[in-house]
């Protein structure tokens, strides 16, 4: 069943921007223009106006501690959590897009995707739905070892998913330094937490469902590995920017196709999610039933074009034909 646009709320969450918060709500609201739009910050922020749609959810700024060995990199999981929490108690609708406040979306055909990648191993799906996120910063760990690192920019999926995934436990002071006095591995650079800020948030969420044994954000083996596949075909479908249509005002380089296969290069690829998907998800007992449209689909394409192959060999036949007949 089609996802309609007024059975979405997206909440706008983070600090409000002069030059980019209010252009994203209302960009984003002229592709979804009958959903709900909430915008999550905090009481400290300075006046600002936004257009009467939007509902202003303000909540207390817990701030942040450093997590960081050289210049001031603060941990966001509390003002996530708060944000996203706090938004989620005004929205009214079944499906939640959680959004930063400093980026828009300009299609909406990827909602739908919602409903078409919906097989699931139950063992390993933890969610009522999946949830789909963009490929920006959700890392691939075959690439640098940093397991379970979605991005922060967009999670699409229903509310009572949303709320499971972001009603996590926030980064301790201890867990905020956990390197700070010992020796880091590769990839850790300058990061003295034990995970990194969107990694600690899945990380958090995954371990009230599993036994979850990372010891620390660069931890990676065979066993984790593979079950890092297996939750990331069964929980999330990860797409790429030209999908979403996505962009971030605040950095508009981020989204550009150059800069991804760069920078971005290290992050899952929707392809890379879909070869992961079909494995683990379309098993061979149930290939067949669960792709049916696609035989189908192929069946048709095959007969379509073969009709069209025989017609042009009797085409060619009869010319040559004629050919003779005049000679």
């Not at 880091?184 to 003295?192: A, I, L, R, V």
Request: aromatic share 18%; with cysteine; hydrophobic share 40%.
């Amino acid at each position: 069943m089609k996802i309609r646009d007024d059975e979405i709320t997206f909440i706008f969450q983070g600090p409000f921007y002069e030059e980019f918060t209010k252009k994203s709500i209302i960009e984003t609201r002229k592709i979804f223009k009958n959903s709900e739009f909430i915008f999550s910050t905090w009481n400290n922020q300075k006046p600002f106006k936004l257009p009467t749609y939007v509902k202003k959810v303000f909540s207390e700024d817990p701030g942040s501690m450093n997590i960081s060995s050289s210049d001031f990199i603060g941990d966001s999981t509390w003002r996530q959590k708060i944000s996203v929490i706090n938004g989620l108690k005004y929205a009214r609708t079944k499906y939640v897009v959680k959004i930063r406040s400093d980026t828009t979306i300009y299609n909406k055909s990827w909602v739908q995707l919602l409903n078409v990648f919906n097989k699931s191993e139950r063992k390993y799906s933890f969610f009522e739905k999946k949830i789909i996120v963009p490929r920006q910063f959700f890392v691939n760990p075959q690439k640098i070892p940093l397991l379970f690192h979605p991005g922060d920019w967009v999670f699409f999926g229903t509310k009572k998913d949303i709320y499971s995934l972001f009603n996590y436990t926030p980064m301790s002071t201890k867990e905020a330094s956990w390197f700070k006095n010992k020796k880091k591995e590769k990839h850790m650079y300058q990061w003295n937490c034990r995970y990194r800020n969107e990694q600690h948030i899945l990380v958090s969420f995954l371990k009230k469902k599993i036994n979850l044994q990372l010891e620390h954000q660069t931890f990676v083996n065979k066993r984790l590995l593979s079950m890092f596949k297996k939750i990331i075909a069964n929980n999330f479908i990860i797409l790429d920017p030209d999908q979403l249509k996505l962009d971030c005002l605040k950095n508009p380089s981020w989204v550009k196709s150059d800069f991804q296969m760069g920078y971005f290069s290290s992050n899952l690829f929707f392809s890379e999610w879909l070869t992961c998907y079909k494995k683990y998800t379309l098993k061979q007992n149930n290939f067949f039933v669960h792709n049916f449209n696609f035989w189908k689909l192929s069946l048709i394409w095959f007969c379509k074009n073969f009709i069209y192959a025989f017609k042009l060999v009797i085409i060619y036949n009869l010319n040559n034909i004629k050919i003779l007949f005049k000679k």
